[in-house]
């Protein structure tokens, strides 16, 4: 399976380097220089940009292995470059925001990120999380390697995604959601169980997201996709992965 034009590193490679990069794409100095200190003290290697468009340059560069994202930027909405990074990188992306509404919680996971954190936060509490989404990205997953179903080749090691011999572009979430799936064929799971195993999250109260993800998924790799036959719809439970 030839590597998809354009497509970052692969997380095995990453993995082979001692130290795990974290770049801050933040506009305020006094956040800046407490968050670069506080992950530099963790042993990472921090880099910080005061620019969305800066940070979108630095990461397909740099290919940190997470992005802390402040949604409020000068040149850039944040959601948008939150679905560029996430389409452009193999990071986990953290999103930092002084809005705690609901919807901006469900935005920020349905447009790629791997968390969302509320401004002002503990410092203790988003090193958490860091340790976290990268113990998520770098091996507590099974490795699959390469499967076919249907005119779709995966190949999960890579991170790359085929249908038809032609490259499918997918976000980070999404394959790790069809990972998941296709771990367990037949299986069916509530929306609350795949936040949980995808996302992370112990208290799962943030459903939409699950179903953004699948319907992208359908229109991506299924032959109709409202009719699909591969990721299916369990009425009254949620999903399952039939090959």
Request: proline letters at 6%; glycine letters at 6%; charged letters at 30%.
């Amino acid at each position: 399976m030839p590597p998809m034009r354009g497509w970052a590193q692969t997380r095995g490679a990453r993995d082979e380097l001692a130290a795990r990069r974290i770049l801050i794409i933040e506009d305020d100095s006094s956040s800046v220089r407490a968050l670069r200190d506080a992950f530099r003290a963790e042993g990472y290697d921090v880099d910080t940009v005061a620019t969305g468009t800066a940070g979108l340059i630095r990461a397909v560069n740099w290919r940190p292995h997470l992005i802390i994202l402040d949604l409020l930027l000068p040149d850039l909405d944040g959601f948008d470059l939150c679905r560029d990074l996430a389409s452009r990188t193999v990071a986990s992306i953290i999103i930092v925001s002084r809005s705690a509404e609901e919807a901006d919680k469900v935005h920020g996971l349905e447009v790629g990120a791997d968390d969302y954190v509320v401004k002002p936060f503990s410092m203790r509490e988003l090193i958490a999380r860091v340790h976290a989404a990268l113990r998520r990205a770098d091996g507590e997953r099974p490795r699959l390697g390469y499967i076919r179903f249907a005119d779709v080749a995966v190949d999960f090691d890579l991170g790359l995604v085929e249908r038809a011999g032609a490259p499918v572009p997918c976000t980070q979430k999404e394959v790790e959601l069809l990972r998941y799936l296709v771990m367990h064929p037949g299986r069916p799971f509530t929306r609350d169980d795949l936040l949980r195993a995808v996302w992370g999250y112990q208290v799962a109260p943030l459903t939409r997201t699950v179903d953004t993800h699948v319907a992208r998924l359908r229109q991506k790799l299924e032959a109709d996709p409202h009719d699909p036959r591969h990721i299916q719809t369990i009425h009254g439970t949620g999903y399952v992965f039939t090959p």
